[in-house]
């Protein structure tokens, strides 16, 4: 089935510096999300990206669409520590005409003030 | 907009008993999809629903169940847990089936004893 990698696994930065990850799949996806799951929580919404090539921000968070339609990275500028937590990618199985999303393995992210 | 709102959020068993967990879409949206994550396995996709029918299922064992009603409320069950079980299952919900953007509730952690 499809699969999504994720890299890095974790980053250990320091407050203020940028931070980018990226994530890849052997098949394409029409669609790539990018969450944010803190301890305890839920995963939340960041960024979605629709069109391959396309380019969003969402405050200090820039994503892309790979013009390849198999990856995207995600940058984080001047990081904060509330920044902490896991980013994952994400993209609807195409095997299946419904919601159901195939996840990245994550990237752990801690921030040094 | 009230979000995705799960319950209980926190919830102790044994092995051999059973579990429903509850999850409340956001309002307006129709699909209802669940995901169970744990440390090793990541975030695996349970099963979806849409307009009470269950349109999709993942590679879980026939003690995991579902249903939808009417109000796109949905639950989802478990019977004979094993520790196996121990994880945090997570409800996500979006407008359509298939092609929009999941946002996802808190989560019901499961310990299994």
């Known amino acids: 089935g499809q699969q999504l990698n994720q890299s890095p696994q974790s980053m250990f930065i320091q407050e203020g510096e940028d931070v980018s990850m990226n994530c890849t799949s052997s098949s394409i996806f029409n669609t790539w999300l990018w969450y944010k799951q803190e301890p305890g929580e839920g995963p939340v919404l960041l960024i979605a990206l629709y069109k391959a090539g396309e380019l969003t921000s969402n405050g200090r968070l820039t994503a892309q669409f790979g013009i390849t339609r198999k990856d995207s990275f995600l940058n984080i500028s001047a990081s904060i520590p509330s920044d902490v937590g896991i980013y994952f990618c994400?993209?609807?199985?195409?095997?299946?005409?419904?919601?159901?999303?195939?996840f990245g393995q994550g990237t752990t992210l801690q921030v040094k003030p | 907009k009230a979000g995705v709102t799960q319950t209980p959020r926190y919830l102790i068993k044994t092995r051999g008993q059973q579990v429903t967990l509850s999850c409340s879409p956001i309002s307006g949206h129709r699909s209802v999809s669940w995901y169970q994550q744990t440390p090793g396995q990541g975030l695996q996709f349970l099963f979806e629903?849409?307009?009470?029918?269950?349109?999709n299922k993942g590679n879980f064992p026939g003690r995991f169940s579902g249903r939808q009603f009417s109000n796109s409320r949905s639950e989802m069950n478990v019977s004979t847990l094993e520790l196996g079980d121990s994880a945090l299952y997570l409800c996500a919900s979006s407008w359509r089936l298939a092609g929009d953007t999941q946002y996802f509730g808190p989560g019901t952690r499961l310990t299994v004893l």
């Open positions: 629903y849409f307009s009470e029918t269950q349109r």
């Open positions: 994400a993209g609807p199985d195409g095997s299946s005409n419904t919601g159901k999303l195939i």
